[in-house]
């Protein structure tokens, strides 16, 4: 049987309107403009791409958009200063240094310096204490993405078995938060996990965050699994143009999961939807307002 197709694209679409929804009763109710601010260093093709889609999407739901490009040469004291203003502004709700940076630029002093409350990436060792503890936390967008999408399938997750594959500060590790907050048994297995391909085998829901093209095969996966793809690999074809491929052999997968994000097509859309729901998120709290979204 071939397995159902989770569509991230419309997924997106309508948090992108719910957003844009609390964005309008924000300004009507209480003369409130979320405003996003997003730091560029550099000028990484992707990272280009995502910043100006950033830019493009926020200014779609109706939000304020601060962009901030910096020199490749910038120094970490001026970014960090940067940052700081961002911190005083109050027309500033949500501040996002684009990752990675150059190799002089320390991440952990930027991440350190954005006030918590404005860390709509969910990065600052404080947000990630609130996920690990249970207590109200700005949490990232991709793992956030992750769970909307297996929720599509599996309305309640209670008891099944997910494993991570990826241990990353940015998803392995907060994703496996979210699952066991949605009380199923979690396993994360990395690159030196043994029998990775036993342990893949044993998920109800496979979340897959390696950054490798192709590498868990059809036959890693259980017949009938959810298979969320986080994955975005640029590879070479024959005729010397490139394709976008996920961790997962897709059309291997296909074939025998229950359900699948599809690259493109899946996991990315859900990443600036839930970023912009991370900004309305820090605006209402800012404001002492409950959460809208
Ligand atoms: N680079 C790739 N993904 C991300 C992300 O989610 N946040 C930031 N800040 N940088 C990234």
């Known amino acids: 049987m071939t397995a159902r197709i989770i569509d991230g694209k419309a997924t997106a679409a309508n948090l992108r309107q719910d957003v844009a929804g609390a964005v309008a009763t924000l300004k009507a109710d209480h003369g409130i403009t979320p405003g996003l601010a997003v730091v560029l260093v550099g000028e990484d093709p992707a990272s280009t791409v995502y910043v100006r889609n950033k830019h493009r999407q926020t200014l779609e739901a109706g939000m304020n958009s601060f962009e901030h490009r910096l020199d490749a040469s910038v120094s970490q004291d001026k970014l960090l200063d940067l940052i700081n203003t961002l911190n005083a502004d109050p027309a500033v709700n949500g501040i996002l240094v684009q990752l990675p940076l150059p190799d002089h630029i320390d991440p952990a002093a930027v991440i350190d310096t954005i006030e918590p409350a404005k860390d709509v990436d969910g990065f600052h060792v404080v947000n990630a204490g609130r996920l690990a503890t249970g207590l109200p936390a700005m949490v990232p967008c991709t793992p956030v993405g992750c769970i909307i999408l297996a929720k599509q399938v599996h309305a309640d997750m209670t008891g099944l078995n997910a494993v991570v594959v990826g241990r990353s500060n940015i998803v392995g590790k907060p994703v496996a938060q979210l699952l066991l907050n949605e009380n199923c048994t979690v396993t994360i297995a990395h690159s030196r996990t043994r029998d990775l391909a036993g342990v893949c085998r044993s998920a ?67 990443t600036i939807a839930c970023l912009l729901r991370s900004t309305v998120e820090a605006t209402c709290r800012q404001n002492g307002l409950e959460p809208m979204l």
């Open 204 to 270: 109800d829901v496979l979340i897959a965050a390696v950054g490798r093209p192709e590498m868990i095969k059809g036959d890693w996966i259980k017949p009938g699994a959810t298979v969320i793809d986080v994955g975005i690999n640029r590879i070479p074809k024959d005729d010397g143009k490139t394709r976008l491929v996920g961790d997962v052999a897709y059309d291997e997968a296909l074939e025998i999961a229950g359900a699948i994000t599809p690259v493109p097509g899946g996991v990315g859309p859900m």
